[in-house]
């Protein structure tokens, strides 16, 4: 039995979310973490792009500067490459693709797909440069996955796979969550503060000692 349940609410185009996903997997395996992953679409077309950022060069100024504050405290800093995203000729991709490649992912494999095409859409876009918004990206992160290709594409386009992202949403609202990445421990509705590594060790050990 796991000792706690964390939910974990995220999207793709968070910066800050890629430093938290590769520490909650090494606490997850430490702690025996059951981790419920939870989109959470920060902007979900261009017009919502517009209406938070601005114009699109404005937008990849201002999320880029989010990028070089987080890579200085990121334990992975090599796979946020700031300059090959300033370089890229899309505009800065909306969340809802790949929210909805993440719960496709989900449909045929669980949560443990669900993280991985997470962590490998993160990595095509925070690393890669590539284009999360375009479709294409979600299926190569599939095929490089081992999942049915067919069926992915059918799950990717299916209204429900839509409807699951929106549930999220649903779930995000009753927990009043407003930023991402938020993580809250179920069993006892804490929220953890996103920190380093050691910082979110001692603070699931204090909630393991509340619940035991």
């Not at 997470?118 to 925070?126: C, K, V």
Request: neutral net charge; aromatic residues 8%.
């Amino acid at each position: 039995m796991a000792a706690l349940t964390i939910e974990f609410f995220h999207d793709v185009v968070c910066c800050w979310c890629y430093n938290i996903s590769s520490r909650l997997r090494t606490l997850a395996h430490e702690f025996n973490l059951d981790v419920r992953h939870r989109t959470f679409v920060l902007q979900a077309s261009r017009a919502e792009m517009e209406a938070r950022w601005g114009q699109p060069d404005a937008a990849r100024a201002a999320i880029l500067g989010h990028w070089e504050a987080c890579r200085r405290v990121s334990d992975r800093p090599e796979g946020i490459n700031i300059e090959a995203m300033r370089r890229a000729s899309f505009d800065y991709p909306h969340g809802l693709v790949a929210a909805k490649a993440c719960k496709a992912a989900e449909r045929i494999g669980g949560q443990a797909a669900h993280w991985d095409m997470f962590d490998r859409l993160q990595h095509a876009h925070l690393t890669k440069a590539l284009n999360v918004e375009d479709s294409a990206t979600a299926r190569l992160a599939a095929c490089e996955m081992g999942l049915d290709q067919a069926e992915f594409a059918r799950l990717l386009d299916d209204p429900q796979t839509y409807r699951a992202v929106e549930s999220d949403r649903q779930l995000a609202r009753a927990f009043q969550v407003r930023v991402v990445p938020t993580l809250i421990v179920r069993q006892t509705g804490a929220r953890l503060v996103n920190g380093p590594l050691e910082d979110l060790r001692a603070q699931l050990r204090a909630a393991i000692r509340l619940v035991a």
